[in-house]
């Protein structure tokens, strides 16, 4: 029988659940046409813990400490919007300084995740000294979060009621001189993510989403505001970003090379927001004394460094509460990830994958 | 200590939170520098000597723990880090977590703390190349590597029928 050699054969490709190019497991079945990508099904549950239903046995106040390990790279967020939501239900006014802290230490977490996520997107299109670089700035971020908490990646500072830990004006000068130091570096780091020629033609024109798709699929942070579309949560106001000055970051492109170069907008926007944000510190308490159990419902929107995250909590007047639900970033993002994968070519894959900042123990919980 | 060969690892996000394995990572880059042993973090199992895995895990993640560990040559050497992989940390009570990797593969080095930090994980790495070596050893007299046999049993909660593993 005469073979015909120019049929294109599809194939499916497995990709994950464990690829060097991701820390955590999430599994792509890819249908290929050739080398282009047709389809993608993605099959998630390697890191479901089921941590929510861990609310019925253990209390609203231990829950923190739960809630915060939802992901630990965005642990401090996932925190802070679980005790916020709590302390909407019990009424509690947070003082301001504690307020300021939280910020603070937010704004904090969203520069180590964006020179990780900077890292590991070098390391994705095989940049190698780039990749150790980033890392190597990261820790100076990790150095700013372990002077001022005591933790590197889980910090427990937030409690219902504000803060378990002060930090001295001391810290907040040894912030500010490492902030000075830091930014002088990353300049160099950033200048090569936007103008090395052989990074650009890996990240140009790749994996385009159009604002309005990226919408309609509902795409958060910063996959979304690289596609054009200005929704930041932190104007909401919450904790102090009220009392800042900031503008979203958005790119029109919509290519992975938008996505790289809002980070790397946000990543300089949030050493100002700290710098704010240690200029206005107030002084005075940093928690409230809470009586009593919470009761109600309320849901809080916060925007950590992967996208806007929600966080739901129901109480029925008892330390147990009812229900805990968190709809985290990457969750939503992946919708999106889908439609650009199609019709990539599949070496690109894995970059495009990272370039929504996947964190799959949030997506499962 | 003397390190005789330039082992390899292979790390794997068993269900955990993400935090040991940022930690994991982290000891890897110029700060900690795990690369200064000769030690790289490779993504192929057939090229690993040392598995480095994070997590309680979960049902769906056992098997793939599984056959990652079988696919690895021997000797080799299983390093849980994290209190998460030593016995379920605050995931124990979880209703998906089976509560520790040593209840799916055998466990050489447990390294503890919620997250570990980079320098208890190079430890735990550089006390399993220790055994790495013993291991090794066994195998050259003709011995199976591992000195005590490994069984363990899992029941799915809810299910009554047990599984061998
Ligand atoms: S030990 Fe703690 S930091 Fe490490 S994976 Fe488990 S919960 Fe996360």
């Given at each position: 029988m005469?073979?015909?050699n120019?049929?294109k054969?599809i194939?499916v490709?497995?990709?994950?659940?464990?690829?060097?190019v991701?820390?955590e497991?999430?599994h792509?079945?890819?249908?290929?046409?050739?080398?282009k990508?047709?389809?993608?099904?993605?099959s998630?549950?390697?890191?479901?813990?089921?941590?929510?239903?861990?609310?019925?046995?253990r209390?609203?106040e231990q829950?923190?400490?739960i809630?915060?390990?939802?992901?630990?790279?965005?642990?401090?967020?996932?925190g802070m919007g679980?005790?916020e939501?709590?302390e909407?239900i019990?009424?509690?006014d947070?003082p301001p300084?504690a307020?300021?802290l939280r910020?603070m230490?937010a704004?904090l977490?969203?520069?180590h995740n964006?020179?990780?996520w900077?890292?590991l997107?070098?390391?994705?299109?095989g940049?190698?000294?780039?990749f150790m670089e980033?890392?190597?700035?990261?820790e100076k971020v990790?150095?700013?979060?372990?002077?001022t908490t005591g933790?590197?990646?889980?910090?427990?500072v937030?409690k219902?009621g504000?803060?378990r830990?002060?930090?001295?004006?001391?810290?907040?000068?040894?912030?500010?001189?490492?902030l000075?130091?830091l930014?002088k570096?990353?300049?160099v780091?950033t200048?090569?993510?936007?103008?090395?020629p052989d990074?650009l033609?890996?990240?140009?024109g790749?994996?385009?989403?159009?604002?309005?798709?990226?919408e309609e699929?509902?795409c958060c942070?910063?996959?979304?505001?690289a596609s054009?579309?200005k929704?930041d949560?932190r104007?909401l106001g919450y904790e102090a970003y009220?009392e800042l000055k900031?503008?979203?970051?958005v790119s029109?492109?919509?290519?992975?090379?938008?996505?790289?170069l809002v980070?790397?907008?946000e990543l300089y926007q949030?050493?100002d927001?700290v710098r704010?944000?240690i200029?206005k510190?107030?002084?005075g308490?940093?928690?409230?004394?809470?009586t009593?159990n919470?009761?109600?419902e309320?849901?809080v929107r916060?925007e950590?460094?992967?996208g806007?995250a929600?966080?739901?909590v129901?109480a029925?007047g008892?330390r147990?509460l009812?229900r805990?639900?968190n709809r985290?970033?990457?969750?939503?993002n992946?919708?999106?990830?889908i439609?650009?994968?199609?019709?990539a070519?599949?070496?690109?894959?894995a970059m495009?994958i990272?370039?929504?900042?996947p964190?799959?123990?949030?997506t499962?919980r | 200590m003397k390190i005789?060969?330039?082992p390899w690892?292979?790390?794997?996000?068993?269900?955990?939170c993400?935090?040991?394995?940022?930690?994991?990572?982290?000891?890897?880059t110029?700060?900690?520098d795990?690369?200064?042993f000769?030690i790289i973090?490779t993504?192929d199992?057939?090229h690993?000597?040392?598995?480095?895995i994070?997590?309680?895990?979960?049902?769906?993640?056992?098997?793939?723990v599984?056959?990652?560990y079988s696919?690895m040559?021997?000797?080799k050497?299983?390093?849980a880090?994290g209190?998460?992989?030593?016995d379920?940390g605050?995931f124990?009570?979880?209703?998906n977590?089976?509560?520790?990797?040593d209840k799916?593969?055998?466990?050489?080095?447990?390294?503890?703390g919620?997250?570990?930090?980079p320098?208890?994980?190079?430890?735990?790495?550089?006390?399993?190349?220790a055994i790495l070596?013993k291991?090794?050893?066994r195998?050259?007299?003709?011995?199976?590597?591992?000195e005590k046999?490994?069984?363990?049993?899992?029941?799915?909660?809810?299910?009554?029928?047990?599984?061998?593993?």
């Amino acid at each position: 029988m005469a073979v015909n050699n120019n049929a294109k054969k599809i194939s499916v490709v497995p990709f994950g659940p464990q690829h060097p190019v991701l820390p955590e497991p999430i599994h792509l079945d890819l249908v290929l046409k050739d080398e282009k990508v047709v389809y993608a099904l993605p099959s998630i549950g390697f890191v479901h813990r089921g941590l929510e239903k861990l609310v019925e046995k253990r209390d609203y106040e231990q829950f923190v400490l739960i809630a915060e390990r939802t992901c630990g790279i965005c642990s401090f967020g996932h925190g802070m919007g679980y005790v916020e939501a709590i302390e909407k239900i019990m009424n509690l006014d947070i003082p301001p300084r504690a307020k300021f802290l939280r910020t603070m230490w937010a704004e904090l977490a969203r520069m180590h995740n964006h020179l990780m996520w900077l890292g590991l997107q070098a390391d994705a299109f095989g940049f190698e000294s780039l990749f150790m670089e980033c890392w190597r700035l990261r820790e100076k971020v990790l150095d700013m979060l372990e002077l001022t908490t005591g933790g590197r990646v889980i910090f427990s500072v937030n409690k219902v009621g504000g803060l378990r830990k002060d930090v001295t004006p001391e810290m907040l000068e040894q912030i500010l001189k490492t902030l000075d130091g830091l930014e002088k570096e990353c300049r160099v780091v950033t200048d090569t993510f936007l103008g090395d020629p052989d990074v650009l033609s890996r990240m140009k024109g790749v994996g385009v989403l159009t604002p309005g798709r990226a919408e309609e699929l509902g795409c958060c942070g910063p996959f979304l505001r690289a596609s054009g579309v200005k929704r930041d949560c932190r104007q909401l106001g919450y904790e102090a970003y009220g009392e800042l000055k900031f503008e979203p970051i958005v790119s029109y492109d919509g290519d992975c090379y938008a996505r790289c170069l809002v980070r790397i907008e946000e990543l300089y926007q949030s050493m100002d927001l700290v710098r704010q944000c240690i200029a206005k510190m107030p002084g005075g308490d940093i928690a409230v004394k809470v009586t009593g159990n919470p009761n109600g419902e309320y849901m809080v929107r916060i925007e950590q460094p992967r996208g806007e995250a929600l966080y739901y909590v129901k109480a029925n007047g008892t330390r147990y509460l009812t229900r805990y639900r968190n709809r985290t970033p990457t969750y939503a993002n992946i919708p999106g990830l889908i439609e650009t994968i199609k019709g990539a070519e599949l070496a690109d894959v894995a970059m495009m994958i990272l370039t929504i900042d996947p964190c799959i123990s949030c997506t499962e919980r | 200590m003397k390190i005789s060969k330039s082992p390899w690892i292979l790390h794997y996000d068993g269900s955990s939170c993400n935090g040991c394995d940022i930690e994991v990572l982290a000891s890897t880059t110029p700060r900690y520098d795990l690369e200064r042993f000769g030690i790289i973090n490779t993504g192929d199992p057939k090229h690993a000597d040392v598995f480095l895995i994070t997590g309680g895990v979960n049902y769906q993640n056992r098997d793939v723990v599984q056959q990652l560990y079988s696919q690895m040559p021997d000797p080799k050497v299983v390093v849980a880090v994290g209190i998460c992989a030593c016995d379920g940390g605050v995931f124990k009570d979880c209703y998906n977590i089976i509560g520790g990797v040593d209840k799916v593969i055998p466990v050489d080095v447990y390294v503890p703390g919620c997250a570990a930090r980079p320098e208890s994980i190079i430890d735990g790495v550089v006390k399993a190349l220790a055994i790495l070596d013993k291991k090794r050893e066994r195998m050259a007299q003709g011995l199976v590597p591992d000195e005590k046999v490994w069984t363990n049993t899992i029941v799915r909660p809810g299910s009554q029928e047990k599984q061998e593993d």
